[in-house]
């Protein structure tokens, strides 16, 4: 199904090439190209999720250690995304998606070849430095190169696929190690596909315009790397069964060196502005009160899509649906943030991007209350899915990057999208820590809960401590020979983590409602100051 999709979206990009008369030649090619590039960097995020367990034995380390694979790889794009944007907007975006293909290539071949763990780290940090960029990339090109009323389609249809290859990334992944048998494919295909693209991008693919002659903002870039790595490497070390985790020395003192270098980082791009120097991050689109709420909408965004990938545990904990057959019931959820991110960028064409930001909040709310209230079987979570992944494609397509775009200048556009994609990652890093406390409480729950129905002792929860260990409660009451009493405490387990989800699905709709009222409030803004 998802292949199916796949081809259809191709298909649509092609179709939404247009002519751009200035620069008298078809954008299809370069949409093309820059839209495949999006979905390959967006698929390495999750295909290696397949093989994880494979590449722990392969080099002998632990799974705690061995995630640093995929948390590397999210600091690394982190950290690209806000840079990448600003070189690309100073030196062309034709150059720096032709480095950025290369550096994504490199990175995969050497994380191939790697013959141990921490050259492995290396070369997934390279990786993600070519791979984080390009998003920003294709998304700037678009806001610079083609009309205003064909931006949206376009910038829907690259959004769609980049969220369609974060959903089947694991699913290929499982496909392509199932089929070679080593985990290393997983990187080597990326390498003839990235060779096609740079070449067919140095022929098919015009500069958007001449590199500046100001140098580049050197201790600004220091100051920011330093403080994205900073602050992503606290949250990720934030146990989210435990939030008191965030007073341990592995995440306090990191948070607070990343909040003193932004204070850093301001003052530095605020001097440097003020000089007539090139900031990395300029101080006065920092100021505009619109990106301001733009920004604090990606990171609500971010809160959306963390929301949605809480949704398998949803299906395994709450419905009591078997792991095999989760994916049937994932489906929808799938294909349906990618029509939403389609039809999204087509609204955002025809209503404008705060309309459409507006109606997302909506179709997400109403996803997300069916979730609170009536979801009870796989028709209700059919249509609450559904609703929850339509918002979401909203979402992570045009609207919000059409926003951003109009708040600045543009000879600013790759900044302020990198700029944006930094806050939605930072929230799709802090609310799943959020969410996964409610979750916790769950766990907690159910032995009091079994104690109070039942009076006395059940099952062993010995070794299941601090609200983890649901698997092992799981299995437990599989051990129990009689059908009726398992059948009861299966029961009471999904009604007991249904509390925590149903807490998860009531903050959600509250971001749902943020969201309404940001875009609310920005419009009833633009209509005061309009001539």
């Known amino acids: 199904m998802t292949t199916l999709l796949f081809f259809f979206y191709i298909k649509l990009l092609l179709k939404a090439g247009v002519t751009v008369n200035e620069q008298n030649m078809s954008q299809k090619w370069p949409i093309f190209l820059l839209t495949v590039a999006v979905f390959m960097a967006g698929l390495d995020n999750g295909i290696i999720s397949a093989a994880l367990t494979t590449i722990y034995h392969s080099f002998h380390v632990s799974p705690t250690w061995g995630a640093w694979s995929v948390t590397i790889y999210t600091l690394g794009v982190a950290t690209a995304v806000p840079i990448i944007g600003k070189l690309s907007d100073n030196y ?69 696929m980049h969220g369609l290859s974060a959903v089947v990334g694991p699913n290929i992944g499982a496909v392509i190690l199932h089929i070679t048998g080593a985990w290393q494919w997983l ?59 965030m007073l341990q020395v592995s995440v306090l003192p990191y948070l607070l060196a990343g909040i003193l270098l932004i204070i850093f980082f301001f003052q530095h791009e605020k001097k440097l502005e003020q000089a007539g120097g090139d900031p990395i991050i300029a101080y006065s689109i920092l ?52 029509v939403g991110s389609g039809l999204g960028g087509y609204l955002t064409d025809k209503i404008g991007s705060l309309r459409t930001i507006m109606i997302a909040g909506m179709i997400g709310f109403t996803g997300f209350f069916m979730f609170y209230t009536v979801v009870q079987n796989f028709s209700t979570f059919l249509i609450a899915s559904s609703l929850a992944g339509i918002g979401l494609g909203f979402l992570i397509g045009a609207p919000l990057n059409v926003l951003a775009g109009e708040s600045t200048k543009k000879n600013q556009y790759g900044t302020s999208i990198g700029t944006l994609s930094l806050s939605r990652q930072i929230g799709m890093t802090i609310f799943p820590t959020i969410f996964g406390s409610f979750i916790t409480t769950g766990v907690i729950k159910i032995e009091p809960t079994f104690q109070a129905v039942f009076g006395e002792k059940v099952i062993s929860f010995d070794g299941v401590e601090d609200g983890e260990g649901y698997g092992q409660i799981i299995a437990e009451i599989e051990k129990i020979e009689d059908p009726y009493l398992q059948n009861q405490l299966l029961e009471i387990t999904a009604n007991v983590m249904n509390s925590g989800f149903q807490q998860m699905f009531m903050l959600a709709m509250g971001i749902s409602v943020v969201v309404l009222l940001i875009t609310i409030f920005i419009q009833i803004k633009n209509k005061n100051t309009a001539p």
């Open 92 to 160: 062309g975006r034709k150059k720096l998606f032709l480095i950025e293909i290369v550096l994504f290539g490199i990175g995969s071949l050497l994380v191939a070849m790697s013959p141990n763990f921490i050259f492995l780290l290396v070369a997934r940090f390279i990786q993600a430095i070519g791979g984080g960029g390009l998003f920003i990339i294709a998304t700037s090109y678009v806001l610079a190169t083609l009309p205003k009323k064909q931006q949206g389609k376009v910038l829907g249809l690259i959004g769609g």
């Open 287 to 338: 100021q505009n009160r619109k990106f301001q709420l733009t920004l604090l909408l990606g990171f609500l965004a971010g809160g959306f899509l963390a929301t949605i990938i809480f949704i398998p545990s949803y299906v395994q904990q709450v419905l009591q649906v078997p792991a095999e057959s989760a994916g049937f019931w994932l489906t929808p959820l799938a294909l349906s943030a990618g």
């Open 187 to 245: 990187f080597l295909i990326n390498i003839p596909i990235a060779i096609f693209i740079f070449f067919a991008a140095i022929s098919n693919m015009k500069e958007t315009k001449q590199p500046t002659n100001q140098p580049l903002d050197l201790k600004g870039a220091i100051y920011l790397t330093l403080a994205i790595i900073a602050v992503m490497y606290a949250i990720t070390n934030i146990d989210r069964f435990h939030i008191s985790s």
